[in-house]
């Protein structure tokens, strides 16, 4: 298509979704029909007037771009919601001033919806198309990996883009003009608001702020733009794992918005989730919230995601957040009571584990704390746990704050009590040195914190290799994900040990934007030690038998 064309086209797309939209032939949410009558109530008022050269001028713009599709560079084609997208944002103008409406856009989406492509051509139009002097076109990511990414994909477009690889260069999270007498630049940023006071962009792309608990860098930015005429920050978001979020709070904002409760006009919303009532095992639903399905993402991937969903509570969490775009709290419990109570009715005879491989995992906490230390068997289909906990001698903290009283389990020899004040390391060690006398202990994982009086003993005195275990999503994913499965297949046994089931039940996960999991102590209810030295007793298991037992699939 020639230019002419590709205009052309894109507004018979988006006039054909429109249509779709109001005729019931696109499948919609309640959010989007409202989106679509502010826009034609727009068009009636008298303080407003689309511009729609301004509209042409984005679109003559992607005209220009070459994407990563289908792993072959070919012509950037906006899809409809996209089109739609566009038209607002750049398109209405007020009469009085001559500036543009909106100041700011939310776009909330399920993940694999577009968003890193129409996010670079944004931002790339920001730089080098939207009239700006001295531009700048910020894009800012939650982490420097995140924004890495998003810069190798703008630097792919340059290369496969005549136009823009004439005119821009690319340099270390940075794309500016090679004529140096044109100022300004496109920068990819992670988000930090003590770092931003210094920029005034023109054009601001923020990805992913499901991940940001307050507004800072959202206010700072808004700051930097009062001093540009028509400045854009668009926010585009999944939802999350918490309800206390930028995101969460620009996604009930913008409902009040649509459904006109708010007057609030520097505001675009298009909000793709669900509608209430609909039943999210329904995939003829799933549209709604993955208003690409079909382009960017197929239903058989989705399909998948819901089957491996359907028992796992992490599973079901990360589907229905990332692929819905529902948001869930962390802070319900990990694992149903129903089925955790079942891995803790059988008495194990440890006696018939002796001499036997197994992996240990301790979880040193602070001195006046508890103390775990777990050792994993693996035994056929089945995986057992011995868990021991330490305590040091301190009445004040026996009454816990959810008000389980631990005394009676310290009076059972369910937690092992110091002579001390403090953790008694020396007790630990001749516990240690007495348990590989018994069992094969074959490696130990250990968090870092803590660790410097008793880890270096251990390993050369008592001869177990020990490994230090990273205390991140990343890292507690694959063996918490792991354990999950064997508890809910009834293959996970931790004997009759109500500490273990206590600790178990004060866990809250954490859960990063990439979907991986930790357990997040500062918010559990209680202790939660146990589960975390159990959890690094599986990790040694898994690794050391990674070349016999498939996890992927867990992870």
Known sequence: MDKDQYIAYLWEVLEEWLDGVETGAVLANVYI?????????????????????KVNKVFTFFWYLRINKDNHYQQFTPLPFQIFIVLNIFGFYWKESKRRRYRYAYLFTARKSGKTTFAAALQLYGLAADGVVDPQSLLLANSREQASIALSYMIGIISKSIALRK????????????????????KILASN??????????MVLIDEVHAMQNHDIFNVLKSGTLARENPLIVIISTAGFS????????????????????????FFYMLFTLDDGDDWKDPDCWIKANPSLGETIDIGDLLIEFNQSKNLPTQLNNFLT?????????????????????????????????????????????????????LTFREDDNIYTKTIFFAAKNPSKRIRKNGIDILPWIREGL????????????????????????????????????????IPRIQSEIGIICTSFDQTAKRFNEPLKYLEKLIYDGNWKG????????????????????????????????????????????????????????????S
């Open 33 to 53: 029909k409202q989106a679509i009558k502010r826009f034609k109530k727009d068009l009636l008022r008298e303080d407003l007037y689309l511009d729609t050269d």
């Open 167 to 186: 005119r821009l260069e690319t340099q270390r999270y940075l794309i500016r003009f090679k004529d140096r007498a044109r100022g300004g630049y496109s």
């Open 193 to 202: 608001a003590s770092r931003l006071d210094g920029y005034s962009p023109n």
């Open 243 to 266: 309800t206390s979020s930028l995101a969460f709070d620009l996604f009930e904002t913008g409902k009040k918005t649509l459904n006109e409760e708010i007057d609030d006009d520097s």
């Open 322 to 374: 990332k692929n819905l775009n529902i948001f869930t709290n962390e802070g319900e419990q990990w694992i149903a009571e129903e089925t955790l109570k079942k891995c803790f009715e059988e008495d194990v005879d440890w006696s018939r584990f002796k001499g036997k491989r197994c992996y240990a995992g301790i979880d040193l906490s602070s001195t006046r704390d508890l103390t775990a230390l777990s």
């Open 415 to 454: 937690i092992i009590e110091s002579q001390t004040s403090t953790i008694d390391y020396d007790l630990l060690f001749k516990y240690i040195a007495k348990l590989k006398e018994e069992y094969n202990i074959e490696i130990l994982y250990y968090d870092k914190f803590n660790s410097a009086m008793l």
């Open 495 to 554: 004997d009759k040990n109500p500490v273990l089931l206590w600790n178990f039940r004060n866990v809250v996960l954490y859960v990063d934007g990439n979907g991986n999991i930790k357990i997040i102590k500062n918010k559990s209810l209680d202790s939660v030690d146990g589960v975390v030295s159990l959890t690094m007793s599986i990790a040694a298991l898994i690794d050391s038998e990674s070349a016999k037992v498939d996890v992927s699939i867990y």
